[in-house]
């Protein structure tokens, strides 16, 4: 089996995250997608809590689309991967990845570990793909063809409590849930 592993903060997950889930499963790209929504880590501090992302995301699972629910306080990327590749040791693993993501990428922890899975890569903010790709020396890539979608979760986040700033941005049933937990 094919398994898109998509981390991510998802604070909130807004409509361009499961845009991109459907996609790839409507596309054959991939048989299942794991969406794996991290704890605090290095680069991002006070996340709405993990459980309250995850019952955010359970609104979109199904058979295809899965919410992982144990690992998502590992702090590092290439931790995940290990503890998914054991999970998973006859499935097939994609790192999914907005390509804004690659202009640092070695520095990310354990990188080199991480450049043995395929990469699904995501266009973001005119980023040149092949250009990083080449100088992290990785051939086993995809770049969806999907148009690039002006949606902010930090945006989402500040104007929650105007629906119509932000519905156009997320599904109605994460915006109730945003005004329930912020009620």
Same mark, same amino acid.
């Given at each position: 089996?094919?398994?898109?592993?998509?981390?991510?903060? /998802?604070? @909130?997950?807004?409509?361009?995250?499961?845009?991109?889930?459907?996609?790839?499963?409507?596309?054959?790209?991939?048989?299942?997608?794991?969406?794996?929504?991290?704890?605090?880590?290095?680069?991002?501090?006070?996340?709405? @809590?993990?459980?309250?992302?995850?019952?955010?995301?359970?609104?979109? !699972?199904?058979?295809?689309?899965?919410?992982?629910?144990? !690992?998502?306080?590992? @702090?590092?990327?290439?931790?995940?991967?290990?503890?998914?590749?054991?999970?998973?040791?006859?499935?097939?693993?994609?790192?999914?990845? *907005? #390509?804004?993501?690659?202009?640092?990428?070695?520095?990310?922890?354990?990188?080199?570990?991480?450049?043995? /899975?395929? /990469?699904?890569?995501?266009?973001?903010? *005119?980023? %040149?793909?092949?250009?990083?790709?080449?100088?992290?020396?990785?051939?086993?890539?995809?770049?969806?063809?999907?148009?690039?979608?002006?949606?902010?979760?930090?945006?989402?986040?500040?104007?929650?409590? %105007?629906?119509? !700033?932000?519905?156009?941005?997320? %599904?109605?049933?994460?915006?109730?849930?945003?005004?329930?937990?912020? #009620?």
């Amino acid at each position: 089996m094919r398994i898109g592993v998509y981390p991510g903060s /998802f604070d @909130p997950v807004h409509k361009g995250h499961i845009h991109i889930v459907r996609y790839l499963l409507k596309k054959e790209i991939v048989d299942r997608v794991l969406i794996v929504p991290t704890g605090n880590y290095w680069e991002k501090q006070d996340l709405t @809590p993990v459980g309250d992302r995850i019952a955010m995301l359970e609104i979109f !699972a199904n058979e295809k689309i899965v919410i992982e629910r144990e !690992a998502n306080e590992l @702090p590092y990327t290439y931790q995940l991967m290990r503890e998914l590749k054991k999970r998973y040791p006859q499935d097939e693993l994609f790192l999914i990845l *907005g #390509a804004d993501n690659l202009l640092r990428f070695d520095q990310w922890r354990e990188y080199g570990e991480l450049l043995q /899975f395929p /990469f699904l890569l995501i266009k973001r903010n *005119g980023i %040149d793909v092949e250009k990083e790709m080449q100088r992290l020396g990785k051939t086993d890539y995809r770049l969806l063809p999907l148009k690039e979608m002006d949606i902010s979760s930090t945006y989402i986040r500040e104007h929650f409590h %105007d629906y119509e !700033a932000v519905r156009d941005m997320i %599904d109605i049933r994460v915006y109730r849930y945003l005004k329930k937990l912020h #009620a």
